[in-house]
């Protein structure tokens, strides 16, 4: 069952970093979409990274508001994770982790392309 659960989340100042991981994110080996989102209050809910997993085949992208600064991996299991390096304070908001996308390349950075979401983590960096 695939049932999103989002952790990691936090505080930090500018310049710092923080690793978000979502379990839960998948039960089959079926190829298959999962992306982190995020909101800031306020504005739309935004596709920031993506990755398109066929097997040991991963394919990754990246907004280009945190391209360089983030990296999206897997694991073999069911685990999703955001590395986030250099934060600014515009990256403050919610983050969210999306799983069960259709097998494009590059993923769908649309909302309704994801059946399945986690309650989102909270991700605030001051400056």
């Known amino acids: 069952q695939v049932q999103p659960v989002e952790s990691g989340g936090g505080s930090v100042q500018a310049g710092g970093s923080l690793r978000l991981s979502c379990a839960g994110s998948?039960?089959?080996?079926?190829?298959?979409?999962r992306a982190w989102f995020r909101q800031a209050p306020g504005k739309e809910r935004e596709a920031i990274a993506t990755?398109?997993?066929?097997?040991?085949?991963?394919?990754l992208d990246y907004a280009d508001s945190v391209k360089g600064r983030f990296t999206i991996s897997a694991d073999a299991g069911n685990n999703l994770f955001l590395q986030m390096n250099s934060l600014k304070p515009e990256d403050t908001a919610t983050y969210y982790c999306?799983?069960?996308?259709?097998?494009?390349?590059?993923?769908?950075?649309?909302?309704?392309?994801?059946?399945?979401w986690g309650q989102g983590t909270q991700v605030a960096v001051s400056s």
């Open positions: 999306a799983a069960g996308g259709p097998w494009v390349r590059p993923c769908w950075g649309r909302r309704d392309k994801y059946p399945y």
């Open positions: 998948r039960d089959t080996y079926a190829p298959t979409c």
């Open positions: 990755i398109a997993t066929n097997g040991a085949i991963q394919y």
